[in-house]
């Protein structure tokens, strides 16, 4: 439901309570990447190397055991009781782990532990933990949420690239298990609520209709519309007329809606170069 998955070095969150499914999530993301020949590193500051193995042998990820063997999987158990502040010493682990690795994949599972114990002046640090994650790789995070929704700790939410949510209502119905995409940059993302479930051996898997997964695929209908307008801008000899005409090449390759575009077009003519 995100138009091309995270992109590439950034820091994304997921939030959700417990039973959710954070930790499935996690686990599932980097062994879905390490299938696909990229590294990961998977950081719990929960469980144990061994209790991680045992949980993906429950849930039927039997590759695990085949990544740590030949190194393409990391596991780093922290105890985030003994972590100290300003963390630096934990993106140094990180650094030291990939050693200098592209493209790598990580997982944080909880991060509430980085944030749990700092006071307000302190959080102000997380931009930096951001950064240097966004640096290293593309990394997943998960937030421990209580049963009202809201977040354990004061993380900022804004600091990341895209936000999830999952919640798990515990009413035993279609929707008992629901997940929304708050945000994501640079990138379409599906507005809707979606049920998902647990399966042992697939993981987290997301039921969306074909309509659902439409409103975030470019729809090409309507290209001839946008060539006709930005082909009568390009014989224009207003010095705007190149910038708006990259406009509309954007707004035509991001088009979803079914609708005619027309009246936007318009808009946006009229308002670029105050004519039409």
């Given at each position: 439901?995100?138009d ?33 020949n ?40 922290f105890?985030?009781e ?9 993106i ?22 980085l ?58 119905e ?50 001839d ?52």
């Amino acid at each position: 439901m995100i138009d091309g998955g995270f992109r590439k070095n950034t820091v994304n969150v997921l939030c959700g309570g417990p039973g959710a499914g954070k930790s499935t999530f996690a686990i599932q993301y980097i062994l879905h990447n390490l299938n696909r020949n990229h590294t990961g590193l998977l950081i719990s500051f929960e469980m144990s190397e061994k209790q991680i193995i045992q949980d993906c042998l429950s849930l039927g990820f039997f590759e695990i055991e085949e990544h740590i063997e030949n190194g393409s999987l990391t596991i780093l158990h922290f105890f985030g009781e003994d972590l100290v502040f300003p963390p630096l010493d934990f993106i140094q682990d990180i650094r030291e782990v990939i050693k200098g690795g592209e493209d790598v994949l990580i997982s944080i599972d909880p991060f509430t532990y980085l944030t749990l114990f700092m006071d307000e002046t302190e959080r102000k640090f997380l931009s930096m933990i951001f950064q240097e994650l966004r640096e290293i790789g593309t990394t997943v995070v998960t937030l421990e949420e209580n049963k009202n929704g809201s977040p354990v700790t004061l993380l900022p939410l804004y600091l990341a690239d895209s936000v999830i949510c999952l919640e798990d209502i515990g009413m035993g119905e279609l929707y008992n298990r629901t997940l929304k995409i708050v945000k994501t940059r640079g990138a379409r993302h599906g507005e809707g609520l979606y049920p998902y479930s647990i399966e042992n051996g697939v993981g987290i898997v997301v039921e969306a209709t074909m309509g659902q997964k439409s409103r975030i695929m470019a729809k090409r209908d309507f290209d001839d519309v946008f060539d006709e307008e930005i082909g009568k801008i390009a014989r224009s000899e207003d010095p705007l007329a190149p910038k708006v005409s990259r406009k509309l090449e954007v707004l035509k390759d991001n088009w979803v809606r079914d609708s005619d575009p027309r009246d936007l077009i318009d808009l946006v003519i009229r308002t670029e170069l105050g004519s039409r």
